[in-house]
Nanobody, 124 residues
Framework: QVQLVESGGGLAQAGGSLRLSCAASGRTFSSYAMGWFRQAPGKERDVVAAISAGGRNTYYADSVKGRFTISRDNAKNTMYLQMNSLEPEDTAVYFC?????????????????WGQGTQVTISS
């Protein structure tokens, strides 16, 4: 059984930083792409960033390019999202997800395992 557990969310001020982690178990972590999604109140779940199985290729939503960095440590079965220059618009529940493919993908349909989410709140 695949388990994804996010951590690192919380409250930060605009302009600040947070680092999210996603610990995975129950699957060959290094064989699949991973992604971060977020869902703000009243909005759909959108992709934030994705990373290929080997970690060499990444995808970022336009809204976070240059501010967020996705990475993974396959030896530790863990994925990260470093979030800098945070804005109030980044407030959302952040979910990590494991894909069915090895390439970095922004399409939610390509993800079949999801974490429970971690709340990120940015104050102005």
């Amino acid at each position: 059984q695949v388990q994804l557990v996010e951590s690192g969310g919380g409250l930060a001020q605009a302009g600040g930083s947070l680092r999210l982690s996603c610990a995975a178990s129950g699957r060959t972590f290094s064989s699949y792409a991973m992604g971060w999604f977020r869902q703000a109140p009243g909005k759909e779940r959108d992709v934030v960033a994705a990373i290929s199985a080997g970690g060499r290729n990444t995808y970022y939503a336009d809204s976070v390019k240059g501010r967020f960095t996705i990475s993974r440590d396959n030896a530790k079965n863990t994925m990260y999202l470093q979030m800098n220059s945070l804005e109030p618009e980044d407030t959302a529940v952040y979910f990590c997800a494991s894909a069915t493919v090895a390439f970095a993908t922004s399409r939610a349909i390509n993800y079949n395992h999801w974490g429970q989410g971690t709340q990120v709140t940015i104050s102005s």
